[in-house]
């Protein structure tokens, strides 16, 4: 990490307003917040942009988190948030949130999986994560709230095949209650046709993965954009899981990755919301791996070969992930912000892969990478 003055400013930049690019202009901090440009101390480090692009601090809305070296590599790409979306150890995770000049982590914690389920039957989860009955829901919410959860994950697998083990319906739809009641945002692992509807008829605020197993019916299609249900489809994760022989032995099916893709692109002609996330991962026990910090560039690009413009991939990989998930100190570039930036050269909405690019990483106002 390198010394990180508390002010500065960067000069002659194209600034991302969430629509397009500014003319070029300035960003100021003051101690890891952004000020305009008019307020920046006397005393401010000047930080020549030459011309590049500024961009909000890159979210990832799935990853899951092992050890600091992955919130490094997240850095290093301009991911400066990170949603883990579960975790089998706490300890491991409490280590790792809020570390100076790292991305800031936001957990689910231990999922909700069903006994003899892909979690604890593959994935080396605590028995912590197993419900037997829907009548432990909300005993299950209120203690992943106690022990410093963000949000509430739910593995669904198809309950009709008895490895793995699936969560009945009306335990999801328990869970999902005791969710709302807590104000808890839910998010919903579903990664075939029929687990996803049952996230779909569940009501989980989100749902994760899209299905790589047939395709998506337009009724569920429709139903996701009615119901203002978010979607993210971890587009990265699922060409891998479609190719790995973990996924198909688990799954007993061919798997094709166009289903994801055809559906991804469906949904958003539906108007459904979709947000930015890969499943970044490093453990030897996921069904493939998935590289922290470059795989959310190549969702961006996805997204866009989906039907999304550069715009609206970004938007998804910033204040649409930050708002929904309620991080209202970050994903734009406005005074009184978390001074998460990220600059690059070209032009992201000419072609989403100038992403890559990057020149300067700040979390929270602290310079991590420069070129």
């Not at 022989?245 to 798997?255: A, E, F, S, V, Y």
Request: aromatic share 4%; glycine share 8%; net charge negative.
């Amino acid at each position: 990490m390198l010394d990180s003055p508390s002010a500065f400013v960067v000069r002659d930049v194209r600034i991302f307003d969430g629509h397009g690019l500014s003319d070029p202009g300035t960003v100021a901090v003051d101690h890891g917040i952004i000020v305009a440009p008019e307020q920046a101390p006397a005393d401010a480090v000047v930080y020549e942009g030459r011309g590049g692009t500024l961009l909000p601090g890159l979210i990832d809305a799935h990853i899951h988190l092992r050890e600091e070296s992955d919130l490094v590599a997240q850095r290093a790409f301009g991911v400066t948030t990170v949603l883990d979306m579960a975790s089998p150890s706490r300890d491991v995770l409490d280590a790792l949130r809020s570390l100076p000049g790292l991305p800031e982590v936001r957990s689910a914690g231990i999922p909700a999986s069903a006994p003899g389920g892909v979690q604890t039957t593959f994935m080396n989860f605590p028995k912590d994560a197993v419900l037997s009955r829907p009548d432990e829901a909300d005993a299950f919410v209120a203690d992943r709230i106690a022990q410093g959860s963000d949000l509430l994950k739910i593995i669904i697998e198809d309950p009709s095949r008895p490895v793995p083990a699936g969560l009945p319906q009306e335990t999801i739809d328990a869970l999902v209650k005791a969710a709302d009641a807590r104000g808890l945002v839910s998010v919903a692992h579903a990664a075939a046709v029929v687990t996803f509807q049952m996230a779909v008829r569940a009501g989980v605020s989100a749902i994760t993965h899209v299905p790589v197993d047939a395709p998506l019916d337009e009724a569920t299609i429709d139903a996701v954009a009615a119901s203002g249900q978010v979607v993210i489809p971890t587009l990265v994760m699922m060409e891998r899981s479609a190719a790995s022989p973990m996924t198909r032995q688990i799954t007993g099916k061919d798997l094709d990755f166009s289903y994801a893709q055809e559906a991804v692109a469906a949904l958003r002609a539906a108007g459904a919301r979709i947000l930015a996330g890969t499943d970044a991962n490093s453990s030897p026990h996921a069904p493939a791996t998935v590289p922290h910090g470059a795989a959310l560039h190549r969702e961006l690009a996805y997204l866009v070969e989906a039907g999304a413009s550069p715009a609206e991939a970004l938007r998804a990989a910033t204040i649409d992930n930050a708002t929904f998930f309620g991080l209202t100190d970050r994903g734009a570039i406005a005074p009184g912000l978390r001074a998460d930036l990220l600059l690059i050269d070209g032009d992201p909405l000419a072609d989403i892969n100038a992403t890559t690019d990057v020149r300067a990483v700040w979390c929270a106002g602290v310079l991590t990478e420069l070129s």
